[in-house]
């Protein structure tokens, strides 16, 4: 049972993460910030490889990117949910 609520919980907090995205007018699943990054990062890999092989591979970059971010934000909800609850137990 606990698991199920945790996967319920998991939901909620990635469709927050989601709208957060979306009000601040980010149109992928991942931060302005965090797709800054990525590019800057592949700008060095772009003249190596043919088109479609970099697009490929952007894309793979992207999507781990996008899932590293969503998870590291569930994570720290947890984290700050957590200490909120040792702290007002005083």
Do not use: P, W
Not at 5 to 10: I, R, S
Not at 15 to 44: A, F, N, P
């Amino acid at each position: 049972m606990y698991k199920v609520q945790e996967t319920f919980m998991d939901e909620i907090i990635r469709k927050l993460h989601r709208d957060l995205l979306l009000e601040k007018g980010c149109k992928e699943r991942m931060s302005q910030k965090t797709q800054e990054e990525v590019c800057s990062l592949l700008k060095e890999k772009e003249g190596q490889m043919d088109e479609q092989d970099y697009r490929y591979y952007q894309e793979e970059i992207f999507l781990a990117a996008s899932v590293a971010e969503e998870n590291g934000f569930v994570d720290g909800f947890r984290y700050a949910f957590r200490l909120f609850s040792e702290c007002i137990q005083e």
